[in-house]
């Protein structure tokens, strides 16, 4: 039988909120010592992922004010997410597909994960890791 999302992803997301400023994002991802969150709406909505590379291209390399500047403006599109229920292949698979590094794992509407690259890679062949991480690299 399958592992499923749940198993294997890191638990216990903390979430950066849409209104939260890039300087307060920047912290939380300090104090956590990660290099990404999710961002989190004030409906409890999932709005997106901020990294650590969003805040330096898209803040700080462009002169922007990490203090004015809102988590929410960086958290573009609909956010890519997996069922917690889904199988560890279909995160392989969206990841690949989407060409992601974190997917947000999600069960109902509530967010409750996060499964990583790495969290994957003690999972699967080292073929499919290979491939995976192939497929991110093509990305950057």
Same mark, same amino acid.
């Given at each position: ?50 990294? =650590?590379?969003?805040? #330096? %291209? ?5 002169? &922007?004010?990490? $203090?004015?500047?809102?988590? /929410?403006? @960086? ?34 509407? =509530?967010?409750?994960? #996060? %499964? ?5 890679? &003690?999972?699967? $062949?080292?073929?499919?890791? /290979?491939? @995976? ?8």
């Amino acid at each position: 039988m399958s592992k499923k999302a749940r198993d294997v992803m890191s638990g216990g997301a903390d979430c950066v909120g849409e209104n939260e400023s890039i300087a307060e994002a920047a912290k939380k991802l300090s104090d956590l010592d990660v290099g990404a969150m999710p961002i989190c709406g004030e409906d409890d909505r999932l709005k997106g992922m901020l990294t =650590d590379r969003d805040i #330096v %291209v898209k803040v700080l390399a462009e002169g &922007k004010d990490p $203090s004015e500047i809102k988590a /929410g403006e @960086l958290g573009q599109g609909k956010p890519v997410t997996i069922g917690a229920d889904d199988s560890v292949e279909e995160a392989l698979r969206t990841m690949t597909e989407e060409k992601v590094r974190r997917l947000p794992v999600i069960d109902g509407h =509530d967010l409750i994960g #996060v %499964v990583s690259q790495a969290d994957l890679a &003690k999972e699967l $062949s080292d073929d499919q890791v /290979g491939d @995976l991480a192939e497929a991110i690299s093509a990305a950057d």
